[in-house]
């Protein structure tokens, strides 16, 4: 999985829309955010080397209407059942996040973080493809304090659909080459994110995320893909909705 790829799916930051923001485009994405963190599901997530093998799984249960240090209940890791220290590991993550949205709540700030959103510029959102069902969107990299991610190497599409005003997918695709500092170069990048409605009486949620790349540092090829799928959904309270922070139309897309 390319660098980008990987600095792309950070974590999280509100950045509030304007209304220059198409309305479809709009809507789809108030849709998604109003369900944001109201999800528990479990989460399975592999990742694979150039040759196609396994070298890393995991099978993780989160549910945020918990107390931090048990939203994240490992299932399996590495197909076996989780150790003292591995349930101890994702016990601290929990606490971690918890300490996160507390310290930034207490700051009266958005929760820490970046995501795909705080580096696009949806209001010069253009429309590059339409059918009687979908409109997608390309989606423009802010140039601003953007120099990881240059606006000329990235493509970000998203895709809408009409009847449901809802959010189906988001594409982000390496145009060319790009080189971190003298010795990583990514030759290629993809990332894939899709959204379903996985309970008629809310909005879509992310369900599945597949992307990878292939790159070198110095002359040594190197080549990762990664999927992570989520299922057996529930809308939950979260544990966090306490706080007063708020969080804008952006969080839609927190990956």
């Known amino acids: 999985m390319p660098k980008p790829c990987l600095l792309l799916l950070a974590a999280l930051l509100a950045v509030p829309l304007r209304a220059e923001v198409p309305a479809l485009l709009n809507d789809a994405l108030n849709k998604v955010v109003h369900d944001h963190g109201r999800w528990a599901y479990t989460e399975s997530h592999e990742i694979r080397n150039g040759q196609n093998k396994v070298i890393d799984s995991s099978v993780v249960r989160f549910d945020p209407s918990k107390p931090y240090a048990e939203q994240y209940t490992p299932v399996t890791?590495?197909?076996h059942?989780?150790?003292h220290n591995e349930l101890e590991k994702y016990r601290d993550?929990?606490?971690?996040r918890g300490h996160s949205l507390e310290?930034?709540?207490?700051?009266g700030k958005p929760p820490p973080g970046r995501t795909l959103g705080d580096e696009v510029d949806l209001t010069r959102a253009t429309v590059a493809q339409e059918d009687a069902a979908t409109v997608t969107y390309e989606v423009p990299?802010?140039?601003?304090?953007?120099?990881?991610?240059?606006p000329d190497k990235f493509q970000v599409l998203v895709r809408v659909d009409k009847a449901g005003r809802a959010l189906q997918h988001v594409a982000v695709h390496l145009r060319a080459p790009l080189r971190f500092a003298l010795l990583l170069k990514v030759k290629s990048g993809e990332l894939d994110v899709e959204f379903a409605q996985v309970d008629p009486k809310h909005a879509?949620?992310?369900t599945r995320l597949a992307g990878g790349g292939t790159g070198s540092v110095v002359f040594i090829s190197?080549?990762?893909s990664f999927v992570i799928t989520r299922s057996a959904f529930?809308?939950?309270r979260p544990f966090d909705e306490r706080f007063g922070v708020e969080i804008g139309p952006m969080k839609a897309l927190d990956f």
């Open 93 to 96: 993550r929990g606490i971690r």
């Open 234 to 236: 529930q809308h939950v």
């Open 141 to 150: 990299l802010r140039s601003d304090n953007n120099e990881r991610f240059p």
């Open 222 to 224: 190197l080549g990762r």
């Open 81 to 83: 059942v989780p150790t």
């Open 204 to 206: 879509p949620a992310m």
């Open 77 to 79: 890791i590495e197909g």
């Open 103 to 107: 310290k930034a709540e207490s700051q």
